[in-house]
């Protein structure tokens, strides 16, 4: 239904009900979430939605995935505090990609880094480029 | 592999060829793969790379991804002449996903837009906020 707005002029639009019904999840009901910082414009993390999280996350404004290890609803910041708020959200052309953008509080990764894409590759080696913001091991202890 | 980073500091690195082996493709083969332009830091688009098309993206410098619809490798640009060149590759503390910045030549979406992502849900609508750069029929018909 998404590919309906591939010829809409701007401001043109369709019902998010209809477009939600129609979104590709996966065979596993997920779908791949891009979530990047909505000022500085970093790619801070990809992680996967199912429909649940989805609107979970439009309702309270603060990013909800579904964790693929855990099998359950991962509310980005229940352990490490870290949460995302939701300030705009946007589908792909296919309607099979979520882009959140949104407002990271601290790290948005386990490692304590701003961003989950540390690592560069470049002249056959990888290489870290970011430093922690914080300790993971104080990351995790003080919510706990 | 990739996951022995996660306590390395800045400029500490490991060698491609063996983070390459470790990568988390899934059960096609396949790795998610963000486009991000490299100066405006404008999300492009997501698509998925096999190893293949990793390898050939380091070695020409030029972004290749491979298509599941069409099950082969996808040279972006092949059919429209809207090319990626590759800027900078990055990967996930997890090694499962891949961030290209590119310097994308024109629009990066089969409508003309620049992005894919130019769907906004707010409100309960789905509109549209960005306007092609060019008509796709040009698009296509030009190098044919």
Same mark, same amino acid.
């Given at each position: 239904? =998404?590919?309906?707005?591939?010829?809409?002029?701007?401001?043109?639009?369709?019902?998010?009900?209809?477009?939600?019904?129609?979104?590709?999840?996966?065979?596993?009901?997920? &779908?791949?979430? =891009?979530?990047?910082?909505?000022?500085?414009?970093? &790619?801070?993390?990809?992680?996967?939605?199912?429909?649940?999280s989805?609107e979970e996350t %439009?309702q309270t404004?603060?990013?909800c995935?579904?964790?693929?290890?855990?099998?359950?609803?991962?509310?980005?910041?229940?352990?490490?505090?870290? =949460?995302?708020?939701?300030?705009?959200?946007?589908?792909?052309?296919?309607?099979?990609?979520?882009?959140? %953008?949104?407002?990271?509080?601290?790290?948005?990764?386990?490692?304590?880094?701003?961003?989950?894409? #540390?690592?560069?590759?470049?002249?056959?080696?990888?290489?870290? =480029?970011?430093?922690?913001? &914080?300790?993971?091991? &104080?990351? #995790?202890?003080?919510?706990?």
């Amino acid at each position: 239904m =998404i590919k309906e707005t591939e010829k809409y002029e701007v401001g043109q639009s369709l019902p998010w009900a209809e477009v939600l019904d129609s979104l590709l999840f996966n065979e596993d009901g997920l &779908i791949p979430a =891009i979530a990047q910082q909505f000022d500085s414009r970093e &790619i801070l993390m990809m992680a996967w939605m199912n429909r649940q999280s989805l609107e979970e996350t %439009l309702q309270t404004g603060q990013v909800c995935y579904f964790s693929r290890s855990r099998q359950k609803l991962w509310r980005k910041g229940e352990s490490s505090g870290q =949460i995302q708020l939701l300030r705009e959200m946007r589908l792909d052309c296919d309607g099979d990609t979520i882009l959140l %953008l949104v407002d990271q509080t601290g790290p948005a990764c386990h490692t304590g880094r701003k961003s989950c894409f #540390y690592n560069q590759v470049k002249d056959d080696r990888v290489s870290v =480029i970011q430093a922690p913001l &914080i300790s993971p091991d &104080i990351l #995790y202890r003080k919510n706990q």
